[in-house]
């Protein structure tokens, strides 16, 4: 992996189950970034503006830190990983109580300066 032809952006907190998130995140990995962008715009999922935030956060890591060109750009990879798990209780009937787990996830998104259009998933 060329480092210097590699930017990265990372959201250690986003409060979604991981698997959740991975179907959203899996759906832009080797694509364009142009097409990322719309493909998360448009998405009817409640975390995809998140990612939205997190990709743009990863291009701006590529224009300014690594002086890439943007129409050059794609999405290298996208991870998904767990995070913390708030604990909750519900009281239920007879005294008892009931757990809720309201988990977190990390989410690392890598966009790479790619030559070849070529190699684009639509």
Same mark, same amino acid.
């Given at each position: 992996?060329?480092?210097?032809?590699?930017?990265? =952006?990372?959201?250690?907190? /986003?409060? !979604?189950?991981?698997?959740?998130?991975?179907?959203?995140? $899996? $759906?832009?990995?080797?694509?364009? /970034?142009? +097409?990322?962008?719309?493909?998360?715009?448009? +998405?009817?999922?409640?975390?995809?503006?998140?990612?939205?935030?997190?990709?743009?956060?990863?291009?701006?890591?590529?224009?300014? $830190?690594?002086?890439?060109?943007?129409?050059?750009?794609?999405?290298?990879?996208?991870? /998904? %990983?767990?995070?913390?798990?708030?604990?909750?209780?519900?009281?239920?009937?007879? %005294?008892?109580? =009931?757990? !809720?787990?309201?988990?977190?996830?990390?989410?690392?998104?890598?966009?790479?300066?790619?030559?070849?259009?070529?190699?684009?998933?639509?």
């Amino acid at each position: 992996m060329n480092q210097k032809l590699t930017a990265m =952006a990372r959201d250690n907190m /986003v409060r !979604i189950s991981p698997v959740k998130l991975s179907y959203v995140v $899996n $759906n832009i990995v080797n694509m364009q /970034v142009s +097409s990322a962008i719309n493909q998360l715009q448009f +998405s009817s999922k409640r975390i995809s503006k998140t990612i939205l935030k997190v990709l743009n956060a990863a291009i701006a890591n590529a224009e300014n $830190n690594k002086q890439l060109d943007i129409d050059k750009l794609f999405v290298k990879e996208a991870y /998904v %990983g767990k995070s913390l798990r708030m604990k909750r209780w519900r009281p239920r009937a007879k %005294g008892r109580a =009931a757990s !809720i787990i309201k988990p977190f996830s990390k989410v690392t998104i890598i966009v790479e300066e790619r030559s070849a259009i070529k190699k684009e998933r639509i």
